[in-house]
């Protein structure tokens, strides 16, 4: 009997930490983030800020790139999926979202051909070379273009994040390629119950 | 008439023979060809490649007739930097079996000649250093794993 008392309370500890984990690994990120504003698939919302009350999953990359972005992306739509299957309610409080590094050819137009077909409510933006450096610059994302004989043209070496921002817009947390989706729609699921 | 008919046939014979015997001994499998949107000209084909000999390969280039150009590619990490990196080669060790997937190993397709279509069929040749060569034929799909795309998604109906 008393171990069996010792087995629950166990059970209880075991389940209560990683829910306080789960609130605790989420704290705001005071160096990266800010307000932006760039040219926008979607022309009423082309600010950071217009997207306040709602979560927003953020990923930089560009459109050429065959095997990256395209990954990441596929990555934002299953978390995107995942939280439909919840239900559309949930879906729609999550805003995704994709800033181009490469002005140079991802046009709006470009843009909304290519990140439809990842999810209909994905917005992309772009903007003048020095706009979205200065955005890449403020969460900390580096591109490079890459010196290379390949036929595709020009290749960027980057970093490629999803980052998860709250309804204030602040960066709560930060995914790399490794991360299971499981996990992010957890970490999303947290920040919607906040 | 005739004649011309026998020198295509004998042609044909000596062709097939040609490429069977030019034929690798690598095991490719799990081929597939990552789908994208019509507006993107790049894609990228992925499969496991396996060295069943004694003896080391060297995959030394790819081609197809779906893209104006086809690269070997692999990914490099450094620190947070992913960097795709044209290559000359990739090394097989015998009896090594190699991953081509997102992020790392890839057959990157450049400058597509017609947008790809989900289940389409896309034949890829693979040349290897010794001359050999080896015919593998993909198929177009979404995403890795069989994860479902945007597209592909199930909606669930609540009564
Ligand atoms: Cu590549």
């Not at chain 1, 972005?69 to 739509?77: A, G, K």
């Not at chain 1, 999926?81 to 979202?97: C, F, G, H, I, M």
């Not at chain 1, 050819?105 to 209909?120: I, S």
């Not at chain 2, 044909?12 to 000209?41: C, H, K, M, Y």
Request: proline share 5%.
């Amino acid at each position: 009997m008393i171990a069996r008392w010792l087995a629950c309370g166990g059970m209880v500890a075991l389940l209560g930490w990683p829910l306080l984990l789960v609130a605790k690994e989420l704290p705001v990120n005071t160096r990266l983030g800010g307000d932006f504003q760039l040219q926008s698939t979607v022309a009423a919302q082309d600010q950071l800020s217009d997207f306040k009350g709602r979560l927003v999953l953020l990923n930089f990359g560009y459109t050429s790139c065959p095997d990256v972005c395209p990954m990441v992306l596929s990555r934002m739509t299953q978390v995107m999926n995942a939280l439909e299957e919840d239900s559309k309610e949930t879906r729609a409080r999550v805003q995704p979202l994709f800033v181009t590094f490469d002005p140079a050819r991802d046009t709006v137009e470009r843009l909304q051909a290519y990140l439809q077909h990842f999810g209909k409510d994905f917005i992309g933006m772009t903007g003048t070379p020095e706009q979205v450096a200065d955005v890449a610059k403020r969460f900390g994302v580096v591109y490079l273009p890459q010196k290379s004989d390949s036929a595709a043209g020009t290749l960027f070496a980057h970093s490629d994040y999803i980052y998860l921002l709250d309804d204030q817009g602040r960066v709560r947390a930060l995914f790399g390629s490794k991360d299971p989706i499981d996990e992010m729609v957890d970490a999303v699921e947290s920040l919607l119950d906040e | 008439m005739l004649n011309l008919k026998k020198i295509l046939s004998v042609l044909l014979f000596w062709t097939v023979a040609a490429v069977a015997w030019a034929g690798s001994a690598v095991e490719v499998t799990d081929g597939w060809v990552r789908w994208v949107p019509p507006v993107s000209e790049n894609s990228a084909a992925y499969f496991t490649l396996h060295n069943p000999t004694d003896k080391p390969l060297e995959l030394v280039s790819a081609s197809s007739d779906v893209a104006r150009a086809v690269e070997l590619h692999n990914v490099i990490k450094t620190g947070d930097l992913m960097s795709m990196q044209k290559q000359e080669k990739i090394g097989i060790s015998a009896h090594q079996t190699l991953q081509f997937q997102p992020g790392s190993y890839h057959v990157m397709l450049i400058g597509l000649k017609k947008p790809l279509e989900e289940n389409q069929s896309v034949s890829l040749t693979l040349h290897f250093a010794d001359g050999t060569t080896a015919p593998v034929s993909l198929t177009v799909r979404k995403d890795a794993g069989g994860k479902s795309g945007a597209d592909e998604h199930q909606h669930h109906h609540h009564h």
